[in-house]
């Protein structure tokens, strides 16, 4: 597994668009990736209803790779403690749904996983960078929440490259993610914006090969941005 710093890309396959008949199967596909990404929605917040923790349970015991829960959910202070308690690498809320984003970090990392926070791709950076401190990651959404197969949203590339800014300046110390659209025709552009952690559905699942998807993705992050240039 490698460092929350991202010497190199990391690619996070998303369930959503795996079978959700064989998730232990569909974890196996994409063995190489750096995390599997896991949707959770419940109806509200977002109108799609998905998987909840029983599920995230299962598959902690059916794969090594760890767990990216994405909690698209109302009141995920109350929530969110319960992904990391299972055992769960990182946890994201999105600040939408919070009532103290501050305070979920500090639960999420006191059980023992990563703190993300989520920005719709309306919400702005600027307001929530103090609340940033308090977190490892942040995951833009670059579609709308709620639904797989979305296109990608280039205008929220402008809030990466801020966010990117503020990691490179000290401002923030956190991995940056995005959500959304990312296949072989827009992942370069996310990379050079400045993004360390690419979550991929269709681009991966639907491929002959998830596993070399996922390969092949990693490496064209990697050769857009000359801070992987080592790794390349």
């Known amino acids: ?5 991202a010497p190199t890309p990391l690619i996070a396959p998303s369930i959503l668009a795996a079978d959700f008949a064989r998730l232990a199967q569909e974890a196996e596909r994409v ?5 599997l990404h896991v949707d959770v929605m419940d109806a509200h917040f977002v109108p799609n209803l998905t998987l909840g923790l029983p599920v995230v349970e299962s598959l902690l015991k059916a794969t090594d790779t760890p767990l990216d829960c994405h909690l698209m959910i109302d009141d995920p202070d109350r929530w969110a403690p319960g992904y990391a308690e299972a055992g769960a690498h990182n946890v994201t809320v999105h600040v939408e749904a919070a009532h103290d984003p501050v305070m979920v970090a500090k639960d999420l ?8 926070l989520s920005l719709k791709p309306g919400t702005p950076l600027d307001p929530y960078v103090e609340v940033l401190k308090h977190y490892d990651t942040l995951l833009v959404m670059s579609v709308e929440p709620g639904f797989g197969g979305q296109s990608f949203m280039p205008e929220v590339l402008d809030k990466v490259r801020e966010a990117r800014r503020l990691v490179d300046t000290g401002h923030l110390t956190l991995m940056i993610e995005i959500d959304g659209g990312i296949a072989d025709s827009t992942i370069e552009a996310a990379a050079e914006a400045g993004v360390d ?3 991929a559905g269709s681009a991966v699942y639907r491929a002959e090969d998830p596993a070399l998807a996922v390969a092949a993705l990693r490496e064209k992050a990697a050769g857009a941005h000359p801070r992987w240039a080592h790794d390349a």
Do not use: Q, Y
């Open 1 to 5: 597994m490698r460092s929350l710093t």
């Open 31 to 35: 063995a190489g990736a750096d995390w």
């Open 109 to 116: 990392r006191a059980a023992g996983a990563k703190a993300g």
């Open 197 to 199: 952690c690419f979550v």
